[in-house]
T-cell receptor, first 116, second 110 residues
Framework: EAQVTQNPRYLITVTGKKLTVTCSQNMNHEYMSWYRQDPGLGLRQIYYSMNVEVTDKGDVPEGYKVSRKEKRNFPLILESPSPNQTSLYFC???????????????FGPGTRLTVL | RKEVEQDPGPFNVPEGATVAFNCTYSNSASQSFFWYRQDCRKEPKLLMS???SGNEDGRFTAQLNRASQYISLLIRDSKLSDSATYLC???????????FGKGTTLSVSS
């Protein structure tokens, strides 16, 4: 089954404790992206990757890191989480650059992160 | 002007009603337009792309007006299962990012 998976689905942590949210897709997609969704603010892009070893900042990259060492994986790293990073996080992938040629973005199921 | 703006909602309609959502976008260079559907606390899923000539998929009709930078979604004969948040989505700079509207919530009641 074609899908984007994220782990963990739910995480409660404390300020400053490094964490990684994994994202994997099995569709051989070039493009991957991380979003966060907050009430009243909608979905905002954190980082994206157009291919292996190619990553770039989205609209809200502060406090986050990513890597793309393999095509299928795109982990999101919070080196020192803070309470303002409490949010619902989505990973997404698409065959080509987001939206080009009507290309569909497929989203993972989301990771609900709480930073105390 | 915000990049993608949608009707604030929520829309509360009875089953069988016709409901329309509107969306405006600020980047005149945008080339790709979509409507995504998001159920409560779940991931967004593509509902339909929006083409220049307008397009229809069953009970759903999408329209694009490039001159006014305006997108619409019409849902006919609303079903209980249509209850969700509908996100207007437009591609951003150089096609590298999708810009999401904040969404409009639809609640269909029996």
């Amino acid at each position: 089954e074609a899908q984007v998976t994220q782990n963990p689905r739910y995480l409660i942590t404390v300020t400053g404790k490094k964490l990684t949210v994994t994202c994997s897709q099995n569709m051989n997609h070039e493009y991957m992206s991380w979003y966060r969704q907050d009430p009243g603010l909608g979905l905002r892009q954190i980082y994206y990757s157009m291919n292996v070893e190619v990553t770039d900042k989205g609209d809200v990259p502060e406090g986050y890191k990513v890597s793309r060492k393999e095509k299928r994986n795109f982990p999101l790293i919070l080196e020192s989480p803070s309470p303002n990073q409490t949010s619902l996080y989505f990973c997404a992938s698409s065959l080509n650059m987001a939206g080009v040629g009507g290309d569909t973005q497929y989203f993972g199921p989301g990771t609900r992160l709480t930073v105390l | 002007r915000k990049e993608v703006e949608q009707d604030p909602g929520p829309f509360n309609v009875p089953e069988g009603a016709t409901v329309a959502f509107n969306c405006t976008y600020s980047n005149s260079a945008s080339q790709s337009f979509f409507w995504y559907r998001q159920d409560c606390r779940k991931e967004p899923k593509l509902l339909m792309s929006v083409y220049s000539s307008g397009n229809e998929d069953g009970r759903f009709t999408a329209q694009l007006n490039r001159a006014s930078q305006y997108i619409s979604l019409l849902i006919r004969d609303s079903k209980l299962s249509d209850s969700a948040t509908y996100l207007c989505v437009v591609n951003g700079k150089a096609g590298t990012a999708l810009i999401f509207g904040k969404g409009t919530t639809l609640s269909v009641s029996s």
